[in-house]
């Protein structure tokens, strides 16, 4: 059986990288379909307008191709909730929490990110892997 996985935004901004490295890494992780929060969505079109300055029709084809291999979910209240509690019980910064909760809440065994303590078990359930190590 494959781990469900959760793909934080450093994760699918590689995919637009130069570093060949990361990026066929990202790649490999979208090739298993992870889950992606809107959270991620909204801060990779973030990073795409204001630091790497796609024009409006690159960046709506970037996540077409983002939006064929990854599940998108969303998120709520009782997530924002439970993203202030994982904050203080495991030192996370709050968007970081947020995106941790919306993997639990989405049932993963990973979470990939390159910005948080790999190897650190959430709940005894999902681990944070960076995946670039």
């Known amino acids: 059986m494959h781990a469900k996985v959760f793909a934080d935004t450093n994760i699918i901004l590689y995919l ?9 890494r990202a790649k490999q992780i979208l090739s298993n379909r992870p889950i992606i ?3 991620v969505a909204n801060e990779f079109t973030n990073v ?24 998108f979910v969303p998120f ?8 202030i509690e994982l904050q203080t019980r495991y ?3 709050y968007y970081d929490s ?4 919306t993997a639990l809440e989405n049932d993963c065994d990973i979470l990939y990110s390159e910005d ?4 650190m078990l959430i709940d005894e359930r999902m681990r944070l892997v960076n995946p670039f190590l």
């Open 16 to 24: 637009l990288s130069d570093d060949i490295t990361k990026k066929t």
């Open 37 to 39: 929060s809107l959270q």
């Open 48 to 71: 795409c307008i204001k630091k790497l300055k796609l024009t409006p029709d690159e960046l709506l084809s970037s996540l077409k191709i983002i939006e064929k291999y990854a599940v």
């Open 76 to 83: 709520g209240l009782a997530t924002i909730h439970q993203a």
């Open 91 to 93: 030192k996370l910064q």
């Open 98 to 101: 947020l995106i941790v909760a």
């Open 116 to 119: 948080m303590q790999h190897g």
